[in-house]
């Protein structure tokens, strides 16, 4: 199955299904000497980890972590780094009534079309499961990224968009939902535990932030930064939008509200805005890199739904086992992941550029 990878110079590679015995992942690309012990991987998967609240999904999965190869004595050693995390909670038979019928939203006719076959138990491949190990990537993508600082926060569940006056990030983990405004997780927590009593699900928006990036890391053309960043986040399961800095609204503004003037302040170029969410043509300008993706609602419902089986049988499909009625509060660290893996290999892209210029420039 080709697409398993991501990246140029910092790739990883996933592998694993939704209820085998394990899931894991290859890292290649990481320098040599960057101190890495399985505590730094831990901690962020620790809060993608489902089951941590009502609203999520509670399977009961510990995703701890092995470092199997690319580490020695706490340090990288240059070589592929292998993770393994072992799935201890699958309920396979939740999905024995479905394993000939495609479910509505999901991705069962598709992958059917295309293989021929494949894995109906909790989605296989194509399930939120695979995510874990984004997570963990983008654990190491961090360790690379001295300086930069990446945060994440749902901002919108369903039509509920917060205001952005009252955005604070120190509010982001006091709640369940990873939302920055107090008032507007409580409004989320009664709506969405009614939803989920339903066996119903909502979406979300995302927004994540990258800052301490300097000015300088992309390439033009083909392999824009922000190129890249609408590919990774469009990778993550249930997203179906991506828009960076102003996005959407900038088709609303003017060109003299949307142009991002620029001044010098302590002599070095400043920015009095950033609608262009800190990229200009492809390349990083030094402002924060602000990223924004829609996530769809969960697909597996209680409600019956109208569809097919394998067989070319009209059915109603009825979704059983464990799922989130709101899948976007836990893509909030699945995008910090793919926003940090992409930021490493750029600044490794952008690295390379450099010594190779000096070497030049030597000769």
Same mark, same amino acid.
């Given at each position: @199955?080709?697409? /398993?990878?991501?990246?140029?110079?910092?790739?990883?590679?996933?592998? %694993?299904?939704?209820?085998?015995?394990?899931?894991?992942?290859?890292?290649?690309?990481?320098?040599?000497?960057?101190?890495?012990?399985?505590?730094?991987?831990?901690?962020?998967?620790? #809060?993608? #980890?489902?089951?941590?609240?009502?609203?999520?999904?509670?399977?009961?999965?510990?995703?701890?972590?092995?470092?199997?190869?690319?580490?020695?004595?706490?340090?990288?050693? %240059?070589? *592929?780094? &292998?993770?393994?995390?072992?799935?201890?909670?699958?309920?396979? =038979?939740?999905?024995? $009534?479905?394993?000939?019928?495609? +479910?509505?939203?999901?991705?069962?006719?598709?992958?059917?079309?295309?293989?021929?076959?494949?894995?109906?138990?909790?989605? &296989?491949?194509?399930?939120? +499961?695979?995510?874990?190990?984004?997570?963990?990537? &983008?654990?190491?993508?961090? =360790?690379?990224?001295?300086?930069?600082?990446?945060?994440?926060?749902?901002?919108?569940? %369903?039509?509920?968009?917060?205001?952005?006056?009252?955005?604070?990030?120190?509010?982001?983990?006091?709640?369940?939902?990873?939302? *920055?405004?107090?008032? $507007?997780?409580?409004?989320?927590?009664?709506?969405?535990?009614?939803?989920?009593? $339903?066996?119903?699900?909502?979406?979300?928006?995302?927004?994540?932030?990258? !800052?301490?990036?300097?000015?300088?890391?992309?390439? *033009?053309?083909?392999?824009?930064?922000?190129?890249?960043?609408?590919?990774? @986040? @469009?990778?993550? /399961?249930?997203? =179906?939008?991506? !828009?960076? &800095?102003?996005?959407?609204?900038?088709?609303?503004?003017?060109? !003299?509200? /949307?142009?991002?003037?620029?001044?010098?302040?302590?002599?070095?170029?400043?920015?009095?805005? /950033?609608?262009?969410?800190?990229?200009?043509? %492809?390349?990083?300008?030094?402002?924060?890199?602000?990223?924004?993706?829609?996530?769809? *609602?969960?697909?597996?419902?209680?409600?019956? #739904?109208?569809?097919?089986?394998?067989?070319?049988?009209?059915?109603?499909?009825?979704? =059983?086992?464990?799922?989130?009625?709101?899948?976007?509060?836990?893509?909030?660290?699945?995008?910090?992941? @793919?926003? $940090?893996?992409?930021?490493?290999?750029?600044?490794? +892209?952008?690295?390379?550029?450099?010594?190779?210029?000096?070497?030049?420039?030597?000769?």
């Amino acid at each position: @199955m080709a697409g /398993n990878s991501f990246g140029t110079l910092f790739r990883f590679t996933t592998f %694993g299904e939704s209820h085998g015995p394990a899931i894991g992942c290859v890292v290649d690309g990481v320098p040599p000497r960057v101190p890495l012990a399985v505590p730094d991987i831990q901690h962020w998967l620790d #809060r993608r #980890r489902p089951g941590q609240s009502k609203f999520t999904t509670q399977r009961q999965e510990p995703d701890s972590v092995e470092i199997l190869s690319g580490v020695f004595e706490g340090q990288t050693t %240059g070589a *592929p780094i &292998g993770l393994l995390i072992r799935n201890v909670d699958q309920r396979s =038979k939740d999905y024995g $009534a479905i394993k000939d019928q495609y +479910r509505p939203g999901h991705a069962d006719y598709a992958y059917d079309a295309k293989y021929g076959i494949r894995d109906y138990r909790g989605g &296989g491949r194509a399930s939120a +499961r695979e995510t874990a190990l984004r997570v963990a990537a &983008g654990a190491i993508a961090r =360790k690379v990224l001295r300086g930069v600082t990446i945060r994440g926060a749902m901002i919108q569940m %369903g039509a509920d968009r917060i205001e952005r006056a009252a955005w604070r990030w120190d509010v982001v983990e006091q709640n369940p939902f990873w939302c *920055p405004d107090q008032a $507007a997780a409580l409004r989320w927590e009664e709506q969405l535990g009614a939803i989920r009593k $339903a066996g119903s699900s909502i979406g979300a928006v995302i927004e994540v932030v990258a !800052e301490g990036v300097p000015a300088g890391w992309g390439e *033009p053309v083909y392999d824009k930064l922000d190129a890249d960043l609408a590919k990774a @986040m @469009m990778s993550i /399961n249930a997203v =179906k939008g991506v !828009e960076i &800095g102003a996005g959407f609204e900038a088709a609303t503004l003017s060109g !003299e509200a /949307n142009a991002d003037e620029m001044r010098m302040v302590g002599g070095q170029p400043a920015f009095l805005s /950033n609608q262009a969410g800190g990229i200009l043509g %492809g390349i990083s300008t030094g402002q924060p890199i602000v990223v924004r993706f829609a996530v769809k *609602p969960t697909s597996s419902i209680l409600t019956p #739904r109208r569809s097919i089986d394998r067989f070319g049988q009209e059915v109603e499909v009825t979704t =059983k086992g464990r799922h989130d009625p709101c899948v976007g509060i836990r893509a909030v660290p699945v995008g910090e992941a @793919m926003l $940090a893996v992409v930021l490493a290999d750029h600044y490794l +892209r952008q690295a390379a550029l450099q010594a190779g210029a000096g070497a030049a420039l030597s000769e």
